[in-house]
């Protein structure tokens, strides 16, 4: 096996009285999409703003493409590339004129006219960078982590406050990117961001990863709930449910959720409705996600009320 593009042991960052990260080991591999998933002060930026060498740990160590981050930062912050949570550039400067700001700063790299086509900034070349919309910002937020080519780029929550199009089309950029063979390290909150892009997912909670692995083995070994939705089943569906010794849900409008632990259940109760001739307007099934894994393991939703899209 290829030696793992990150690996991280042992950990920790105290500010204070505060272990806001609380002793984390994990590994990245080369060519992976890692999510980094967590609420607000997590730990999630610490973390990652000291693989990036920008901030030292209290203790631990960090290696990335082989290389110690506290004896060879200068060639690691050549190879990598960083969106950091809060990307902003020069209000008056244009697009083109940002990234070849950056270009000059590393002494080269990618084609900047290539690199607007990527991102899809092309139209917006000469306008300056006051006068792009959050979600062009961030898009050139990537760019600029593009500029010197890297290995390993680091987008710290690309698409957090963009609107759902928006955020579609910074994925469809990740997505790239993971084709171009590059190493991935996402950090977000948004955990269906996680499940579209991500091959393995650290969840991070209070400084301390407590769950790790792909989304699907997070969510088969966390929480294997099924959850089939009768549309428009009511008072029968329910009866089934009930008599087949399953948890339901009535979410108000008439739908009944019925709650499996296995999928080999799945067929006995839609073969149940159909012996029962119970009337409904359709259904459908859907596993658990990784919200709900978040939930079985904290008891805590992992978005605020209301951030969802
Ligand atoms: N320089 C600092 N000094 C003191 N405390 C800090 C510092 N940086 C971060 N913290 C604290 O460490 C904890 C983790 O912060 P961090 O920014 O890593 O969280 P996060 O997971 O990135 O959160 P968010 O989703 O809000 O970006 C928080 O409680 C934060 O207040
Ligand atoms: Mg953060």
């Not at 700063?105 to 300056?128: A, N, P, S």
């Not at 499940?195 to 407590?210: C, F, H, M, R, T």
């Not at 294997?224 to 409008?253: C, L, Q």
């Amino acid at each position: 096996m290829t030696e793992p593009a990150i690996k991280v042991k042992n950990l920790v960052k105290i500010y204070g009285e505060l272990h806001a990260v609380d002793d984390i080991s994990f590994d990245v591999q080369m060519g992976e999409v890692f999510a980094f998933l967590g609420p607000n002060g997590a730990g999630k930026t610490t973390t990652v703003e000291i693989i990036e060498t920008i901030r030292s740990p209290t203790s631990g160590e960090v290696d990335i493409l082989g290389l110690d981050i506290k004896k060879n930062r200068k060639e690691i912050i050549q190879r990598i590339g960083v969106l950091p949570q809060e990307f902003s550039s020069f209000d008056r400067i244009t697009t083109r004129e940002t990234l070849q700001y950056f270009y000059r700063l590393f002494e080269g790299g990618r084609d900047i006219d290539e690199l607007l086509k990527m991102v899809g900034l092309e139209d917006e070349r000469d306008k300056w960078y006051m006068n792009l919309s959050g979600g062009l910002k961030q898009r050139l937020g990537i760019a600029v982590a593009l500029v010197n080519d890297p290995e390993v780029v680091f987008l710290d929550e690309p698409t957090t406050g963009l609107d759902p199009r928006a955020r579609r089309d910074t994925w469809e950029v990740i997505k790239t990117l993971k084709k171009e063979g590059k190493t991935i390290f996402l950090t977000t909150h948004y955990m269906e961001e996680a499940e579209a892009l991500a091959d393995k997912v650290a969840i991070i909670s209070k400084g301390k990863i407590i769950a790790r692995g792909s989304p699907n083995e997070l969510i088969d070994a966390h929480c294997g709930t099924i959850h089939i939705t009768v549309r428009g089943g009511g008072y029968e569906t329910k009866e089934i449910a009930k008599e087949m010794g399953f948890s339901y849900d009535t979410p108000g409008n008439g739908d009944i959720i019925i709650d499996v632990s296995s999928s080999e259940q799945v067929l006995p109760v839609l073969n149940r409705l159909k012996e029962k001739g119970v009337r409904y307007d359709g259904f459908d099934v859907r596993k658990a996600n990784l919200e709900e894994v978040f939930l079985a393991l904290t008891g805590q939703a992992l978005c605020e009320e209301g951030e969802k899209e």
